[in-house]
């Protein structure tokens, strides 16, 4: 099965990833001079920082909304319940 990326999704996953690599090297580096020794960065926050960037993008661009929903659903092959109700008759 293959997954399709919107045109949309990819740039904006890369730019989140990129915003969280650089918040966890800037944190890396502050706890680093102020440890003096080599320190590791904020994962967390660098996460955090990546998702918020991620959704804003998402949803200032509107990635991921160009499904439309269809009036109709339902897979095709089964019938209606309304179909299977009024076909059966009370003895």
Known sequence: M???IDHVS???LAVGL???????QHTRAVAGAAAGAAAKGDLVGAIGAAAAVITA????FGG???AA????????GHALASH??????PE
């Open 64 to 66: 991921g909304g160009s």
């Open 69 to 76: 929903a269809e009036s109709d659903s339902r897979p095709t």
């Open 84 to 89: 299977q109700v009024s076909a059966v008759r």
């Open 2 to 4: 293959t997954l399709h």
């Open 18 to 24: 990129l915003v969280g690599y650089a918040v966890h």
């Open 10 to 12: 990819l740039p904006v």
């Open 57 to 60: 993008l998402f949803l200032l």
